[in-house]
């Protein structure tokens, strides 16, 4: 074990930490991370708020269709794995616990994966519906003259959280499911290096992994990481900004954004280097606890009634928007008086912008992930934040939709949202909004804390070829990226600093193209280690040498016509003793019964306070494909072709790395190791002695 001095030289030597870093990803990375800043702050100022708008049709014309295709086959494979055989499998060694308590995992998942996210879009998103809906809830059809029948207010506002939790619920981490889950099983269970590339490996093989293609695969997941982060950074502290200038604290600015952003970098650095579990497990704890009594706030103080009756309504209106909505990719807005398409402005926006993010959140999740089963990890992915996002949008979407109807408030003059000022907007209707707004603006900087500190861990992850224990010096050297990228954007493109983070965020969903085909393909080959994981993974089974002790007596006092007495008895015995002849029989030349096997196959370990009992044996059984098998012609009995049993879609090789050793294949390597020196070298016996005999020879 390293000492602490050579601890200290390994995080913030330069020399050393450039010598563990993976230079053929990191430095690609870096020039390209920095070559996008220079043409998004000059492409944003050039173009202004049109800079964008030709990449984004591209895309929705293009590519728009593959996005929802592929989002809804995420969750089929996600429900596959969980209830398949593939569920009883454990991220990591079959006897190892969760590394992370189910609270403190849960708030890390969700603060790194969406958090910010709900409290950006948590009133916003519902009231852009309620006034620009899609075609398919907005309109009710036409009239026998061919009128327009549009759906009534209350129709329209019942859909609009439906089609916001269709945006926010199953797809959204479904996505986060197959690149998290993928990770977390190479890595801790297969012993690969914790990078994306890996995820592929069951499809192209070792050699072309560890290629060129690999690196690209990396440099992908890094260069559209820092762009999320940064994008969202950038967006974020203007919500701040907001909330400040709300309560009449600072007047938005370029300096205030600045200065927002050096102290979000500057907390997001002191996490990162405190690590995973002390800095950004408090932070999630902390900020769920806030964001959770900001929830409650707003539940018991704004229309407790009418938010506790929409809860119920709204899971229905997700589960009758899901169906319509998972293969709707031309959906336009109701009445055609919007430009654009409903579809290509949220859903096929949203589905590229959570793949842009599935590195950076999978990587993530995967790392806090270890010691779980894969039933565990889609249950809690999959299932436990859409079920807070139901009860999140019911809280503030329903609030700011029913002030809206009663006041007309949360919408502008103009008739636009304005996601920055709509939560405060919000607060401003209820009790004490000063405190609250406070809260808000904690919530929003925290969550952006838990993003940009959690975003610099896994981008230094990547550029140090997938190693979980990083130096301190690059995790805080990615932090300042992230800052000084959003810093660039918000100042350098001066008024059409918009237009710049906007520019970097439709790049992002660009990139998501590609990362779209890593994607599909590291499901593919999950299926295939999943299916080949199930077939080789032994199944426990327990075997009685008699019928259930309840059968044996039942029939016992059937034959003496009575329920107690030594008729009864002698039956007992009777049963018992001819039951032993049988198994006998059965069994051939082997122990008259299992039982008395077990029994003496544990007497040397035997102790009057152990829980383990002999009663029964327990066998580890592997199924088998018939094809596999085989009657030997010489003893009658059945054997298995070893060649005819299903191939690993992976090399069983070693790796010398300290991922490996705690993995579940590294494990059962060594494992294997010590037996075949020990047992297979014949230095123990076969048969033991006991300790009784032990003390006599004594």
Known sequence: MASSTEAEVSNWSVSSVWRSLNKPVFVPAVIIIAAALVFATWFGRAQGAEAFESLNTAIVDTIGWWYVLVCTLFIGFGAWAALSKAGNIRLGRDDEKPEFSLMSWFTMLFSAGMGIGLIFWGVAEPLNHLIAPPDVTGDAGVDADGNLIASTQEHI???????????????????????????????????????????????????????????????????????????????????????????????????????????????????????????????????????????????????????????????????????????????????????????????????????SWSPFVGMFIARISRGRTIRQFVAGVLLAPTLIGIFWFSVFGNSGIYYQLRDGIM???????????????????????????????????????????????????????????????????????????????????????????????????????????????????????????????????????????????????????????????????????RQGHSLSRFLGGTSTTLAGLGREAGRQGDDESSSITYDDMVFAVHDVPASATAVDPATGTIAVDEEATPDSPITEEVFDTPEYAESAAGWQY?????????????????????????????
């Open 670 to 698: 060594e494992s294997e190791q010590i037996y075949e020196e020990v047992v297979g070298t014949g230095e123990i016996s076969t048969v033991e002695s006991r300790p009784e005999e032990d003390e006599q020879q004594k």
């Open 157 to 355: 506002a019942d859909a609009a959280l439906g089609e916001t939790l269709f945006h926010w619920g199953l797809h959204a981490w479904g996505i986060y499911v197959v690149v998290g889950l993928g990770l977390a099983y190479m890595t801790f269970r297969r012993g690969r290096p914790l990078t994306v590339r890996w995820l592929l490996e069951p499809v192209f093989g070792r050699r072309l992994i560890e290629s060129w293609v690999g690196h690209l695969i990396d440099i992908i997941a890094i260069v559209g990481t820092i762009f999320g982060v940064v994008t969202s950074l950038g967006l974020g502290v203007q919500q701040i900004a907001a909330g400040l200038e709300f309560m009449d604290w600072a007047e938005s600015s370029n300096t205030l954004l600045t200065l927002l952003v050096i102290g979000i970098t500057a907390i997001a650095t002191f996490s990162v280097v405190s690590g995973v579990d002390k800095g950004l497990k408090w932070l999630s704890n902390i900020n769920m606890s806030l964001a959770a009594l900001l929830a409650l706030f707003v539940l018991i103080f704004g229309p407790t009634l009418v938010l506790l009756q929409a809860m119920v309504s709204n899971a229905g209106e997700y589960a009758w928007m899901f169906p319509q909505l998972m293969f709707e990719t031309s959906a336009n807005y109701a009445g055609g008086g919007t430009e654009g398409g409903w579809s290509a402005d949220w859903t096929i926006y949203y589905w590229g912008w959570w793949m």
């Open 411 to 577: 919408v502008g003059e103009d008739g636009a949202v304005s996601t920055n000022d709509s939560l405060f907007t919000l607060l401003e209707q209820l009790p004490i909004p000063a405190i609250t707004a406070v809260v808000a603006i904690l919530v929003i900087t925290f969550f952006f804390v838990t993003s940009s500190d959690s975003g610099s861990l896994v981008v230094d992850i990547l550029s140090h070829g997938g190693r979980t224990e990083t130096p301190r010096l690059t995790r805080v050297f990615w932090a300042l990226v992230e800052g000084a990228s959003a810093i660039i954007l918000l100042t350098a493109a001066g008024e059409a600093a918009d237009a710049a983070l906007r520019v970097l965020q439709i790049s992002s969903i660009a990139a998501a193209a590609p990362m779209s085909i890593v994607i599909v393909l590291a499901m593919i080959g999950m299926i295939r280690m999943f299916i080949y994981d199930g077939q080789n993974q032994p199944r426990y089974v327990r075997l009685r040498p008699h019928a259930s002790k309840t059968a044996l007596v039942d029939t016992a006092r059937e034959a003496a016509g009575a329920d107690e007495g030594p008729a009864v008895e002698r039956n007992l015995r009777t049963l018992v003793s």
